[in-house]
């Protein structure tokens, strides 16, 4: 989805994502282990290992978690074998999503994301049927209390971001993949704390939802995907007006 639109999506989901701490720390452990798994279990020389560890302690998941992710990566302690996979599908109102995946299970989760677009008025499509029209990027949205624009593009740009987007209340920086981590850390060190930070797929032709009705049943998709144990993110082309999120 469009900056604008997550930032609105991200804080009316803050409450219900706190409430539901265990599933993150469920979502960062399956990610470290596999960042541990292809780079191996020292974050000095892992960068992506590093960016995972610093986020799962900024969500305040317990160090015994983390250390046991890493060694489950590293093949220390024995652990399941996780799959990524994304998978693709309609919301109401033509707006297009793509599931992003961790399992050790691919037909459970497979049938769990089928049963929740059907149960929400959505429906799964081919792949690539959706994700044709997003681009793989970096975003961090950050909050216009923290910093300047231009501070921000000085900082930002100088780290390898390629476009900063002022939405009032809120900035979205974009970047390649390959700059990802190397953001993170620079925002880190300069103290700044984004309200969402994610390798995130990126639409550049926004589907705009006009009306209450469907603006709750694209919403209430979304969360009961979320809500799936297996389920990384869910990313969606959807442009919600504020006004009509409640």
Not at 28 to 41: M, P, V
Request: hydrophobic share 35%; with cysteine.
């Amino acid at each position: 989805m469009s900056g604008h639109s997550k930032w609105h999506t991200t804080k009316r989901h803050k409450a219900v994502i706190d409430a539901k701490r265990g599933k993150i720390f469920s979502v960062l452990a399956k990610e470290i282990t596999l960042a541990a798994r292809s780079g191996g279990g020292n974050a000095e020389t892992n960068a992506r290992l590093r960016t995972l560890m610093d986020k799962a302690r900024a969500a305040n998941m317990p160090s015994d978690n983390i250390k046991r992710a890493v060694q489950k990566g590293t093949g220390e302690i024995p652990g399941v074998v996780y799959e990524e996979i994304s998978y693709e599908g309609y919301a109401p109102g033509g707006v297009g999503l793509i599931v992003e995946v961790t399992t050790d299970n691919k037909n459970r989760a497979a049938a769990e994301i089928r049963q929740a677009f059907n149960d929400n008025g959505g429906n799964m499509a081919q792949t690539g049927a959706v994700s044709h029209s997003f681009q793989r990027k970096g975003q961090f949205l950050l909050g216009s209390t923290q910093i300047t624009e231009d501070k921000l593009m000085e900082i930002a740009l100088e780290a390898g971001a390629d476009d900063i987007v002022n939405n009032g209340d809120h900035f979205e920086v974009l970047c390649p993949v390959s700059s990802y981590d190397s953001l993170a850390k620079t925002f880190q060190e300069k103290g700044l704390k984004p309200e969402s930070s994610e390798i995130a797929y990126v639409t550049s032709i926004p589907v705009p939802v006009t009306d209450a009705e469907t603006a709750k049943k694209v919403l209430e998709l979304i969360e009961a995907l979320e809500a799936l144990d297996d389920v990384k993110a869910v990313h969606g082309n959807h442009e919600i007006d504020s006004k009509l999120m409640g």
